[in-house]
């Protein structure tokens, strides 16, 4: 991929102050994009949205915190009302955001998890994703030539059980606004489509490897930056709306792509059997 492929083209990641999040920007950043970095935590800390700002200037983008409270529809929309002030389009929307229970809900019965874990995940995850690729999306159509993308982060959570109903729910909430959307705006040119990572090294969950909560998985586990090239090389394939509407996997279009991560590595990940199969 060509250096500064996406100078001039316009990114929204949700939920970007740290762990997948901070990656995606950081790839897009990598080729140049203006990306605005979303989330609550802002600050000199170093899990916060100005730090992932900082990450993508070094990386040769730009990087615009704006702290956003994805719970809150009316932020949500002064977040795209300050894009469309600031450059009048947008090119690339990725719904990454989601929201940990606190403490973790690991398992365990969902009549004995607090109503409010559903609120975080099925809320976060999947209602603001909604709200967020409703105004995304108007914004995008306003410009002939924006990229009009959407990437869903999801998991294979949504297809067997992991880590509690909640979770699984919001994830298989998330794959069908992949491929509903892409129905409806195959037409209007939008292309979406899902991502699943495999085990990736965020600070949480290396943080639950420390603790015993969970097992290292060595060979397949991934950066945040790996999603984030696999990202930013999608945005600049002119192919890319040949797998509209589909949920693929990080690893996969990593090696169909040849792309590494900042190790040099290219985890293989686990395959998903939807990979370039048709959907809509």
């Known amino acids: 991929m060509k250096e500064n492929e996406l100078k001039g083209k316009i990114a929204v990641v949700t939920g970007s102050s740290r762990g997948i999040g901070r990656g995606i920007a950081v790839g897009l950043g990598e080729k140049g994009a203006t990306v605005y970095i979303t989330g609550r935590s802002k600050g000199n800390g170093p899990l916060t949205i100005d730090e992932t700002a900082k990450m993508v200037n070094e990386a040769g983008g730009v990087g615009v915190p704006v702290s956003v409270d994805l719970g809150d529809d009316e932020q949500i929309m002064r977040l795209y009302q300050q894009i469309e002030s600031d450059h009048g389009r947008l090119d690339i929307h990725v719904n990454n955001a989601f929201k940990i229970p606190n403490p973790p809900v690991w398992g365990g019965k969902f009549w004995e998890h607090p109503i409010q874990v559903w ?54 909430g998330t794959d069908r606004l992949t491929r509903d959307f892409a129905v409806e705006g195959k037409e209007d040119g939008l292309c979406v489509i899902g991502l699943w990572p495999s085990q990736v090294l965020t600070e949480f969950i290396i943080e639950s490897i420390e603790k015993g909560d969970i097992e290292l998985d060595e060979e397949n586990s991934e950066t945040p930056l790996y999603t984030g090239r696999v990202i930013a090389k999608l945005a600049t394939d002119e192919q890319r709306f040949e797998r509209n509407g589909q949920v693929l996997t990080t690893a996969e279009l990593a090696v169909h792509y040849d792309i590494k991560d900042e190790r040099g590595k290219q985890p293989k990940g686990k395959r998903n059997p939807t990979l370039f199969r048709e959907i809509i």
């Open 119 to 172: 609120d975080d995940q099925v809320g976060i995850g999947l209602r603001a994703a909604y709200i967020a690729s409703v105004h995304a999306t108007k914004l995008m159509m306003t410009s002939t030539d924006s990229l009009k993308f959407i990437v869903n982060i999801s998991s294979s959570g949504s297809e067997r059980y992991a880590l509690s109903a909640s979770y699984g729910i919001a994830k298989m």
